[in-house]
C-alpha cells in the first residue's frame, strides 16, 4: 500500500503574498476598466462634415412654398434659413448656454425652451434674451452637386453685436 504525504500547510507568508497579489491584480482591473472609455474615440455623428442640402432653387421653391419656414436639418445640426437677400444656415445652438433651439411654427421664430431665448425667422438675431447674440452661422458654398453646408463647429461666422448684417449673406437669392 503506498501512502501519500499530507499536502504541506500554507504558511502564513505564502498565505499572504496569495492575498497581496489577488488585491493587486483586482485593483489592476478596475483602474483598466475606468481608464479604457477615456481612450476609445468617440465619433460626434453629423456635426462637423460637410452636409450636401441640394440645389439652390430646390431650396428657394421649399421656401417659397411655405412661407419662408426654416428648414431643419437634424444630423447637421442647423437651419437652412431664408434671409433678406439670400440663404444662410444657422447652427441650432443656442447662444445662451447650448441648448438645441427648435423652429416655433406657431409664434413664427426660434424659440429656445430652456431659458426663452427667441430669435427672428430670417435672420437668427435675438428678439428676447437672455441669449447675448444671434445663432452662429455656417459656411455654405455652392458646387455642381448642390449647396454644400460647413458643419464644423469651429469655423462658424459669430455674430457679436446683436444685428443684420447682410454681408455673412455667400449663397445669394439671385441667379449666378
Ligand atoms: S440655453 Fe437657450 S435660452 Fe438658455
Not at 419662408?68 to 447652427?91: E, K, N, S, T
Request: aromatic residues 8%; hydrophobic residues 40%; charged residues 20%.
Amino acid at each position: 500500500m503506498i501512502r501519500t504525504r499530507p499536502p504541506a500547510p500554507i504558511d502564513r507568508r505564502q498565505l499572504l503574498r496569495v492575498g497581496f497579489f489577488g488585491a493587486l491584480s483586482l485593483a489592476g482591473a478596475e483602474i483598466l476598466g475606468s481608464v479604457v472609455p477615456f481612450m476609445q474615440v468617440r465619433k460626434i455623428v453629423g456635426l462637423g462634415v460637410p452636409v450636401n442640402v441640394g440645389p439652390k432653387s430646390q431650396v428657394l421653391s421649399a421656401f417659397r412654398e411655405t412661407n419662408d419656414a426654416p428648414i431643419l436639418f437634424r444630423q447637421g445640426h442647423f437651419f437652412l434659413i431664408h434671409a433678406p437677400g439670400g440663404i444662410v444656415a444657422a447652427y441650432r445652438k443656442c447662444t445662451h448656454l447650448g441648448c438645441a433651439v427648435p423652429w416655433s411654427a406657431p409664434e413664427d421664430r426660434f424659440h429656445c425652451p430652456c431659458h426663452q431665448s427667441q430669435y427672428d425667422k430670417h435672420t437668427a438675431v435675438v428678439l428676447y434674451g437672455p441669449a447675448p447674440k444671434p445663432l452662429q452661422l455656417f459656411h455654405i458654398s455652392e458646387t455642381e452637386a448642390g449647396l454644400v453646408v460647413d458643419t464644423n463647429p469651429l469655423n462658424v461666422i459669430d455674430r457679436p453685436n446683436n444685428r443684420w448684417d447682410p454681408s455673412v449673406i455667400e449663397i445669394a437669392d439671385g441667379a449666378g
